[in-house]
């Protein structure tokens, strides 16, 4: 396996925060960053050599991308596969690959993995029509989720549904043609790892963290999750196990439901940076983002370890951006800003880590 030297170029799918993140780490290293987005004035775009903005399956920009960079890793797996195709066509590798995209675009197929490689998850039914429905509601029960099979993100493209719903009307407006039925987990925790892998296999593994959701978006992020050290370990092995089976080369975070009793269901994967790790850029020896530049690269992965005793992460949601003046008058605060020039409702804007010394 050749290793891609500092003064490379790595290309990055995606715009934002998390291409920027990349990019910077990239930077650190001694390698440049060209970014494809279809996203005019992106986060990544401003701290990168050079943005191509185009669609991400406009032929012409792809080209040019790949002429410009000597690996693809992804920011953002909602990409359409057929691009990852025509970089591998043009001799440019892509890492992560085609096989690990397809499993994470699709519920469906997601689900199904874990179950094929024996990592267990909430009991769910795959749903193509209301038809369909009503056999997974009799077989799943309620309450429980519908969830569009593909795009759908932070509580986006979901609807609950009880003994009382009207399961053709939850159909109808969810407009798509193809979900899953998810049944609920009594869940004690929801907890993620992030696992990296290199071309030669190499793995490192994050400390699992314990998250916190408001309104179907995290909000804050506590590490080390507070499970026992069998748990966390198993949580750990879980990452790996699904790291190698699709042969990823990157980062995989998979997010994870903790029972009452301790068992481990895994909810869904993410094959890129993840925002439950952000805790590493202040709280471990290699951060998130420059593992991924090292596993892309061919390069040794880093130490995974945590530098201090705990880690908190905050999200900051729109507005909320704009108490970075407060933010910074704590000293132990670390702030990271993602320069997005809108702060919506409920938009990632930013974040701010505190770590507790050993």
Known sequence: MSVLAPGSTIGILGGGQLGRMTALAAARLGYDCVILTPEADSPAARVAREAIVAPYDDPAALVAFAAAVDVVTLEFENVPVAALDRLADAGVPVRPGRRVLETAQDRIREKAFFNTVGIGTAPWHPVRDAADLRRALAEVGTPAVLKTAR??????????????????????????????????????????????????GEMATYDAVRNIHSHHILDTTLAPAPLPDETRAAAADL???????????????????????????ANEMAPRPHNSGHWTMDGAVTDQFEQLVRAVCGLPLGDPAPIGRAARMKNLLGDEAFTWASILSDPRARLHLYGKREARPGRKMGHVTWVEPR
């Open 239 to 265: 990452g790996r196990r699904a790291a190698e089976a699709m042969d990823l080369v990157g980062l995989l975070a998979v997010e994870l439901f903790v029972t009452a009793d301790g068992a481990l269901l």
């Open 151 to 200: 795009l759908g993100y932070d509580g986006k493209g979901q609807v609950r549904l009880d003994a009382d719903s009207d399961a053709a009307a939850a159909w109808a407006a969810l407009n798509t043609d193809a979900a899953i039925l998810e049944g609920f987990v009594d869940f004690a925790m929801e907890c993620s790892v992030i696992v990296a892998r290199s071309p030669d």
